[in-house]
């Protein structure tokens, strides 16, 4: 019937309708609704046509058994008709000009009259989308205006393609077709507008639409698809992803899907009316359980004692970490959205989000409500995993500190080699597929000495200015064997003279040997209040070892202080003012030329110094790259670094020395090295010391508070009326400078020079030590030496104190 296509008068497509079977009906011109009652079938030959039909009228078709099953198919939204150019691409379509190819049609024999693939109003309005319907399927009961008519805006309706053969599809085949096209239709909607997130978005599609039942290669296809319409540049570089997903998710390991894409897209609130949508592509709701929970009134808190069992019982792999629930997450790709940049493959912890507890409850338990006929099945309601998430401090699934890629020493010394969930260490330990040989519970000295020799092979190239250095670097690899099992750690400062000396390969190289990859790697902030920001992204993900890279300004701040010395932190979710407390079991490195450490960051850090005697180090060649050799041996040298520390436990930790403070438990693997006559790695703390600039201040402003007031008790009130007129000497004006500068005021103010003398309180520096006391009147502060009075500055004895 190709003459269809050009079809000009209503009166000849009447009768070309009739004789394909479908039973026209005369509209109102330029309007959709009929003349009359249309209710009742009508029989239609020649003379009733003609005496039915104006040349002027639009001209519709009763859709379903009236017209041999005939169904239309009308995309609302022109995302769902460009979606359909493929996922409908074999049925015959037709539109107008600024709607082209918005109805196809097929014969089919749909259960019900009419399907409908809406969005809740206020959710079309956020997508800034005019309608709520996407698309919808109509059939019996229902009727479509056809070409030729005129559409209400003056525009021809057309045909895009001949109706000569209008395909049978099954009624599941349609829906699922209807809905897979609607779902994509909203994902091209909310396609992000710009580069950043768009490869981590196609890679949640790829993970859901390969959970829907769809092939790989119709994944693969898809996803293109979606990238292509929304004018992404790299549109031909988001396919070809499915096969992986595919293998991750045969082998219950975490990959992206529905949940995940939602969460990116800013819909996360769609995810089930998506699911339902894509759910018609899968013929499985992959639920595989027997287990049922009814929702009943009044026992909705046991609804979620039970959702809980179901959920511990069906091993969803959901912990509680801190006030937090978590699980397991490996990045396909890193974003570094938070600051920090991550290594393809690298395993996170992330919070538990509403949309994906809600499909892990799906999968573990049926759920049903009481109905009027008796109990219906429903999807798990959002109030139960509400409820749940909100149980902080009362949760039963299991508490994790942190996340291993190796075999790795519990607190008490003894191994964990089984790969899990490790209820005595709280640690799960993932081996990435990797066969670690058996490491021994008793190692001798001698076999200490050859896993020394192990260890060290990869470092050989490293061009370490001492061997003190050469210790910190192995404290380094054996620290991040054991960090989970050590309450603090300090940090390992890997410092050189000139760029391009190796000290990133270096921690990368170490990283490889504990995880088998390349570290979490970030840039200071513009001050310490950013740092804190991607600091507290590393302990929300529970990074390993994290790497302050290329560090240019002075290294300090509370918060990392903080990192380094407690077993808990108190850290701001990222975009929030929120903070949760978390356990730190992260090692963390810093690496920069000519580092400088401020304030307690220098008790709080071990250096190793990387000099390669030449003027540009960076043209030097290794023999081969420490980092392949690492991820080839990796198996051996884990081994090595425990046979150390297993060793030396084992031995009874026969090399006593002074404890390293805040850093006690950690002191262990100080000693093992020194056993094993390697040089002390707490050494180096000495060249931190000398070169805190916040020391420096100290220092001088006690010498010059020592030459204008001597030894002399000084109120602080009394202090700033003295300091805050003008000064009557050189020693004194000096101070008001210092003690505006080091208080960060143009002004001389008060109280924040208060705030700032009480940090530095009985701290000795260069022989003299501020003191304080307080009474009613307020503190009083005075200079003295730290051992004995000898006035070596001025003279003056020192005054009776008041109190």
């Given at each position: 019937?190709?003459?269809?296509m050009n079809?000009?008068?209503?009166?000849?497509a009447?009768?070309?309708?009739?004789?394909?079977?479908?039973?026209?009906?005369p509209?109102?011109?330029?309007?959709?609704?009929p003349k009359?009652s249309?209710?009742?079938?009508?029989?239609?030959?020649?003379?009733?046509?003609?005496?039915?039909?104006?040349?002027?009228d639009?001209?519709?078709?009763?859709?379903?058994g009236?017209?041999n099953?005939?169904?239309?198919?009308?995309?609302?939204?022109p995302e769902?008709?460009?979606?359909?150019?493929t996922?409908?691409?074999?049925l015959p379509s037709?539109?107008?000009?600024s709607s082209?190819?918005s109805h196809?049609?097929?014969?089919c024999?749909?259960?019900?009259g009419?399907?409908?693939f809406?969005?809740?109003?206020?959710k079309?309005?956020?997508?800034l989308?005019?309608?709520?319907?996407?698309?919808e399927?109509?059939?019996?009961?229902h009727?479509?205006?056809?070409?030729?008519?005129?559409?209400?805006t003056?525009?021809?309706?057309?045909?895009?393609?001949?109706p000569?053969?209008v395909?049978?599809?099954?009624a599941d085949d349609?829906?699922r077709?209807?809905?897979?096209?609607?779902?994509?239709a909203?994902?091209?909607?909310?396609?992000?507008k710009?580069q950043?997130?768009?490869?981590?978005?196609?890679?949640?599609?790829t993970?859901a639409?390969?959970?829907?039942?769809?092939?790989d290669?119709?994944?693969?296809?898809?996803?293109?698809l979606?990238?292509?319409l929304?004018?992404d540049?790299?549109?031909?570089?988001?396919?070809?992803?499915?096969?992986?997903?595919?293998t991750?998710i045969?082998?219950?390991?975490?990959?992206w899907?529905l949940?995940?894409?939602?969460?990116?897209?800013?819909i996360?609130?769609?995810e089930p009316t998506?699911?339902k949508?894509?759910?018609?592509?899968?013929?499985?709701?992959?639920?595989r359980?027997?287990?049922e929970?009814s929702?009943?009134?009044?026992?909705y808190?046991?609804?979620?004692?039970?959702?809980?069992?179901?959920l511990?019982?069906?091993?969803?792999?959901?912990?509680?970490?801190?006030?937090?629930?978590?699980?397991?997450a490996?990045?396909?790709?890193?974003?570094?959205?938070?600051?920090?940049?991550?290594?393809?493959?690298?395993?996170?912890?992330?919070?538990?989000a509403?949309p994906?507890?809600?499909?892990?409850?799906?999968r573990?338990a049926n759920?049903?409500?009481?109905?009027?006929?008796?109990?219906?099945?429903?999807d798990?309601?959002s109030?139960?995993?509400?409820?749940y998430?909100?149980?902080v401090?009362?949760w039963?699934?299991?508490?994790?500190?942190?996340?291993v890629q190796?075999p790795?020493?519990?607190s008490d010394?003894?191994?964990?080699?089984?790969?899990?969930?490790?209820?005595?260490?709280?640690?799960?330990?993932?081996n990435?597929s990797?066969?670690?040989?058996?490491?021994?519970?008793?190692?001798?000295?001698?076999?200490?000495?050859?896993?020394?020799?192990?260890?060290a092979?990869?470092?050989r190239e490293?061009?370490?200015?001492?061997e003190?250095?050469r210790?910190v670097a192995?404290?380094?690899?054996?620290t991040?064997?054991?960090?989970?099992?050590?309450?603090?750690?300090?940090?390992?400062?890997f410092?050189?003279?000139?760029?391009g000396?190796?000290?990133s390969?270096?921690?990368?190289?170490?990283?490889?040997?504990?995880?088998?990859?390349?570290p979490a790697?970030?840039?200071?902030?513009?001050?310490?209040?950013?740092?804190?920001?991607r600091?507290?992204s590393?302990?929300m993900a529970?990074d390993p070892?994290?790497?302050?890279?290329?560090?240019?300004?002075?290294?300090?701040?509370?918060?990392?202080?903080s990192?380094?010395?407690?077993?808990i932190?108190?850290?701001r979710?990222?975009?929030?003012s929120q903070?949760?407390?978390?356990?730190q079991k992260s090692?963390?490195?810093?690496?920069?030329n000519?580092?400088?450490?401020?304030?307690?960051m220098?008790?709080?850090?071990?250096?190793?110094r990387?000099?390669?005697?030449?003027e540009?180090?960076?043209?030097?060649?290794?023999?081969f790259d420490?980092?392949?050799e690492?991820?080839?041996?990796?198996?051996?040298?884990?081994?090595a670094?425990?046979?150390?520390?297993r060793?030396?436990?084992s031995?009874?930790?026969?090399?006593?020395?002074?404890?390293?403070?805040?850093?006690?438990?950690?002191?262990?693997?100080?000693?093992?090295?020194i056993?094993?006559?390697m040089?002390?790695?707490?050494?180096t703390q000495?060249?931190?010391l000398?070169?805190?600039?916040?020391?420096?201040?100290?220092?001088?402003i006690?010498?010059v508070w020592?030459?204008?007031?001597?030894?002399?008790?000084?109120?602080?009130?009394?202090?700033a009326t003295?300091?805050?007129?003008?000064?009557t000497d050189?020693?004194r004006?000096e101070?008001?400078?210092?003690?505006?500068?080091m208080s960060?005021?143009h002004?001389?103010?008060?109280?924040?020079?208060?705030?700032?003398?009480?940090?530095?309180?009985d701290?000795?520096?260069n022989g003299?030590?501020?003191?304080?006391?307080?009474?009613?009147?307020g503190?009083?502060?005075?200079?003295?030496?730290a051992?004995?009075?000898d006035?070596?500055?001025?003279?003056q004895?020192?005054?009776?104190?008041?109190?």
């Amino acid at each position: 019937m190709a003459e269809l296509m050009n079809i000009v008068q209503t009166i000849d497509a009447a009768r070309a309708f009739v004789e394909r079977g479908w039973e026209p009906i005369p509209l109102q011109p330029k309007g959709k609704n009929p003349k009359g009652s249309w209710g009742t079938p009508a029989v239609w030959d020649d003379q009733q046509i003609a005496a039915g039909f104006s040349p002027n009228d639009n001209i519709g078709v009763a859709l379903g058994g009236r017209s041999n099953g005939l169904v239309d198919i009308d995309f609302d939204w022109p995302e769902a008709a460009r979606i359909a150019d493929t996922v409908f691409a074999d049925l015959p379509s037709f539109g107008r000009p600024s709607s082209p190819r918005s109805h196809r049609i097929a014969r089919c024999n749909l259960s019900k009259g009419r399907l409908v693939f809406q969005l809740p109003a206020k959710k079309a309005d956020a997508l800034l989308v005019d309608r709520t319907t996407v698309l919808e399927i109509r059939g019996d009961k229902h009727q479509t205006m056809f070409p030729p008519s005129i559409h209400p805006t003056g525009e021809v309706v057309r045909w895009d393609q001949e109706p000569d053969n209008v395909p049978e599809l099954a009624a599941d085949d349609l829906e699922r077709r209807g809905g897979l096209c609607a779902a994509l239709a909203v994902v091209l909607s909310a396609y992000p507008k710009v580069q950043g997130d768009r490869d981590n978005v196609c890679l949640a599609l790829t993970g859901a639409l390969v959970r829907s039942g769809l092939d790989d290669n119709e994944v693969d296809r898809l996803v293109e698809l979606v990238a292509k319409l929304a004018n992404d540049e790299e549109a031909d570089k988001r396919g070809g992803k499915a096969g992986a997903s595919r293998t991750k998710i045969d082998a219950d390991e975490p990959a992206w899907g529905l949940p995940e894409l939602c969460e990116r897209l800013g819909i996360a609130e769609l995810e089930p009316t998506l699911r339902k949508w894509l759910g018609g592509v899968a013929i499985s709701t992959e639920v595989r359980t027997s287990r049922e929970i009814s929702v009943l009134p009044g026992e909705y808190p046991a609804a979620v004692d039970e959702a809980e069992q179901a959920l511990m019982d069906g091993n969803a792999g959901i912990y509680q970490r801190g006030e937090t629930l978590v699980r397991v997450a490996r990045l396909d790709a890193s974003n570094g959205a938070d600051g920090v940049r991550r290594p393809v493959g690298t395993i996170t912890l992330v919070e538990v989000a509403q949309p994906w507890l809600l499909e892990q409850l799906a999968r573990a338990a049926n759920w049903f409500v009481p109905g009027k006929t008796g109990f219906v099945r429903v999807d798990p309601p959002s109030k139960v995993a509400t409820a749940y998430r909100a149980r902080v401090g009362e949760w039963r699934v299991p508490s994790l500190l942190g996340i291993v890629q190796a075999p790795t020493l519990r607190s008490d010394g003894s191994l964990l080699q089984t790969p899990g969930y490790d209820e005595r260490s709280r640690l799960l330990y993932d081996n990435l597929s990797v066969q670690f040989p058996t490491i021994p519970e008793n190692p001798s000295h001698d076999d200490a000495v050859e896993a020394l020799s192990r260890l060290a092979r990869p470092f050989r190239e490293f061009s370490f200015s001492d061997e003190a250095s050469r210790s910190v670097a192995l404290a380094a690899a054996l620290t991040a064997l054991v960090r989970g099992s050590l309450p603090t750690a300090p940090m390992f400062a890997f410092d050189a003279p000139a760029a391009g000396t190796g000290k990133s390969l270096l921690a990368e190289t170490i990283s490889v040997i504990a995880t088998g990859h390349r570290p979490a790697m970030m840039s200071q902030g513009m001050n310490a209040e950013e740092d804190q920001k991607r600091l507290s992204s590393v302990l929300m993900a529970g990074d390993p070892i994290i790497v302050m890279d290329n560090c240019e300004r002075p290294i300090g701040g509370e918060f990392l202080c903080s990192m380094l010395t407690q077993e808990i932190v108190q850290a701001r979710v990222l975009g929030k003012s929120q903070m949760v407390r978390l356990p730190q079991k992260s090692v963390v490195i810093a690496t920069g030329n000519n580092l400088i450490f401020a304030g307690d960051m220098t008790r709080r850090a071990i250096v190793c110094r990387l000099d390669a005697g030449v003027e540009r180090p960076e043209s030097r060649q290794f023999q081969f790259d420490p980092r392949e050799e690492a991820a080839q041996d990796r198996a051996s040298l884990v081994a090595a670094g425990l046979t150390i520390l297993r060793a030396y436990i084992s031995a009874g930790k026969p090399c006593q020395v002074p404890k390293l403070g805040s850093f006690e438990d950690w002191n262990y693997v100080r000693e093992a090295l020194i056993w094993l006559d390697m040089d002390d790695p707490a050494s180096t703390q000495e060249r931190l010391l000398s070169s805190d600039p916040r020391r420096d201040e100290i220092a001088e402003i006690l010498t010059v508070w020592r030459s204008a007031y001597g030894t002399r008790p000084v109120r602080l009130k009394d202090l700033a009326t003295d300091l805050s007129g003008e000064p009557t000497d050189a020693p004194r004006n000096e101070l008001v400078d210092l003690l505006r500068l080091m208080s960060n005021h143009h002004q001389f103010n008060a109280k924040s020079v208060g705030r700032t003398l009480s940090k530095h309180v009985d701290r000795i520096v260069n022989g003299l030590v501020l003191r304080a006391r307080g009474d009613s009147s307020g503190k009083i502060y005075w200079v003295e030496r730290a051992f004995g009075d000898d006035d070596a500055l001025g003279g003056q004895d020192q005054e009776e104190m008041p109190f």
